[in-house]
C-alpha cells in the first residue's frame, strides 16, 4: 500500500514537471540581439570575449592611461568602430551590441559617462 | 659636480647637439621625432614633458589657445552656472600695480614635479605619470575634489552635469575632476599640444625639460625664466618668460 502510494506521488510529480517546465522556460526573458558587422574579424573567439571583455579592457585602460602604453590589442575605441550599429553609429540604444546584453545581464555600464558611445564622432569646440 | 661644472656641461652638450643636426632640419621636427614612442611601450622617465611660454608674445585678448584646447578636448557643454565651466586652460591678464606694466598669459595644470593634487588624492586618482604629465584616472576618481582645492593654480575643473559629445580620443564626464593633459593623447603619437600649435605668436614651446639638446631647455639656459609660485617648490613643468 505504501509502495502504491509513493509510486503514484512520483507519477503526479513527474507530470507535473513535464507540465510546467517546458512553459516557464518559453517565459524567459528574451535572448539579446546580436548583430556583428564583421564576424569573425574580433581580437579573440567570442566565446572568449563574452567571458573576458571586461578584464581585457580594465587591464589596458590602467596601462594605457597610468603608464602610457598605446596601441594594446585591446581598446574601446576599437570594439565600437566594430560593433557600433550600422543605422545609428552607436553601441547603446536597443538592440544594440553592447546595450542589449548588458541589459539582458543586468549589468550597469559606466563606461559610456565618459567615453563617447558613437562611431566617427567629432566634438565641435564650442567655448563654453 | 658643482653648479659651474653641471652649466659648462649643458652648454657643451647644446654645442655638440647644434652641430649634430642637419641643415635644414628644424628643431622642432627633431623634438617630434623623439617624442612618438612605439606602440606597447610605456612612458619613461628618461623624459620630462614641460612648456615655455613668453608672456612678452601672448597678445592681450587672444584666446586662440583656449578655443583650441576646448576643440581637441571636446569641451563645448552649455553650464547652468558659469563658475562651473570647465577651465582646461584660462587667459590672464595682470597688472603690475608699481610699475603699471601689463601682460597677459595662459594659465593651466603647471605639471608639477611635487604635485599637491597627487599628495592630497585618497583613491590615487591623481596621478603623474613616469613622463612628469599630472593626469586625473577618471576611473578611480570619486569626485570629492580634495585635488581643487590643493592646486594653488585653479587648474582643476569639476563636472556637474552629463555629457555625450566628448571626443573619442578624449573621455571626460560627470561626477570627476578634470585638468589639462598636455594634450597626452596627441603626445602620444609625437603630435604637439593644440595650444601650442594653435598659437599664432609663437609664444609656446612644447619639449622634454630632460633632454639637454631640446629648444626649451636651450631656451631656459639662457633666457630668464620663472615657475609661478616657485616659493611652493612644486618645481612646475611649465615655465614663463617674461614675467
Not at chain 2, 64 to 77: H, L, P, Q, R, Y
Not at chain 2, 142 to 160: D, E, L, N, T
Amino acid at each position: 500500500m505504501r509502495r502504491a502510494a509513493t509510486l503514484l506521488a512520483l507519477g503526479v510529480l513527474s507530470w507535473l514537471t513535464l507540465l510546467v517546465g517546458p512553459v516557464g522556460a518559453a517565459d524567459g526573458v528574451p535572448k539579446p540581439t546580436i548583430r556583428i558587422a564583421n564576424e569573425g574579424a574580433c581580437i579573440a573567439p567570442a566565446e572568449e570575449m563574452r567571458r573576458n571583455h571586461m578584464d581585457m579592457l580594465k587591464h589596458q585602460r590602467d596601462r594605457t592611461l597610468r603608464q602610457g602604453i598605446r596601441g594594446e590589442k585591446a581598446s574601446l575605441n576599437e570594439c565600437i568602430e566594430c560593433h557600433a550599429s550600422k543605422s545609428t553609429g552607436s553601441v547603446l540604444g536597443k538592440d544594440h551590441f553592447c546595450a542589449s546584453c548588458h541589459a539582458y545581464a543586468a549589468v550597469k555600464l559606466d563606461c559610456w559617462d565618459c567615453h563617447q558611445p558613437k562611431t566617427g564622432f567629432k566634438a565641435t569646440g564650442a567655448k563654453p | 659636480m658643482s653648479h659651474n661644472d653641471r652649466r659648462g656641461f649643458l652648454a657643451a652638450t647644446a654645442g655638440l647637439g647644434l652641430v649634430a643636426i642637419a641643415p635644414g632640419v628644424h628643431l622642432m621636427q627633431v623634438a617630434q621625432a623623439q617624442s612618438q614612442r612605439a606602440a606597447g611601450q610605456p612612458a619613461t622617465k628618461r623624459q620630462r614633458w614641460g612648456m615655455l611660454i613668453d608672456t612678452t608674445k601672448c597678445a592681450k585678448g587672444c584666446d586662440v589657445c583656449v578655443s583650441a584646447c576646448a576643440t581637441e578636448n571636446g569641451i563645448n557643454e552649455t553650464v547652468a552656472d558659469p563658475r562651473q565651466a570647465s577651465q582646461w586652460i584660462r587667459k590672464i591678464d595682470i597688472k603690475d600695480p608699481q610699475s603699471d606694466r601689463q601682460y597677459s598669459l595662459p594659465m593651466m595644470c603647471q605639471h608639477c614635479a611635487e604635485p599637491p593634487c597627487v599628495d592630497v588624492c585618497p583613491t590615487g586618482a591623481s596621478m603623474k605619470r613616469a613622463d612628469g604629465i599630472v593626469l586625473v584616472d577618471r576611473h578611480i576618481c570619486i569626485g570629492c575634489r580634495y585635488c581643487m582645492m590643493a592646486c594653488p593654480y585653479k587648474a582643476r575643473s569639476f563636472v556637474h552635469q552629463p555629457l555625450t559629445q566628448q571626443n573619442p580620443e578624449v573621455p571626460r564626464g560627470i561626477g570627476c575632476v578634470e585638468s589639462c593633459t598636455l594634450c597626452v593623447q596627441r603626445i602620444d603619437r609625437g603630435r604637439l599640444p593644440a595650444c601650442v600649435e594653435a598659437c599664432p605668436e609663437k609664444a609656446m614651446l612644447f619639449g622634454d625639460l630632460e633632454d639637454p639638446n631640446s629648444e626649451i631647455v636651450r631656451r631656459a639656459a639662457s633666457a630668464a625664466t620663472t615657475q609661478v609660485r616657485a616659493d611652493l617648490k612644486l618645481n612646475t613643468g611649465v615655465r614663463y618668460q617674461g614675467i
